[in-house]
């Protein structure tokens, strides 16, 4: 990040105009490094109307959806994804 601003949209998302956003679903594990700022992250989409849904996965790592063929969660949260774009793209 250098010297540049934390509390920028282009630095942080947590900081960005969120009304008018896509629908919104994130994964996250509840050892994440980002689960803090996931929590803050939705709560503020909610908030600016955006249909956007948290899912927190018990002892997953960060980026595990990644590691398909490996973690058995990596497969139900790539699964749960593809649902959530099916059902808004038939919307």
Known sequence: MGSADAKHPLTS?????LAGM?????HVGDDEVLLDDSI???GRAVAAGVDARLDVW????????GSIG???AAAQALDAVG???T????A
């Open 13 to 17: 998302p947590l900081h960005s105009h």
């Open 22 to 26: 896509p629908p919104v679903r994130i």
């Open 40 to 42: 803050r992250y939705i």
């Open 58 to 65: 018990l002892g997953m790592p960060h980026g595990f959806p």
């Open 70 to 72: 490996r973690l058995k």
């Open 83 to 85: 649902a959530f774009l």
């Open 87 to 90: 059902d808004r793209l038939r």
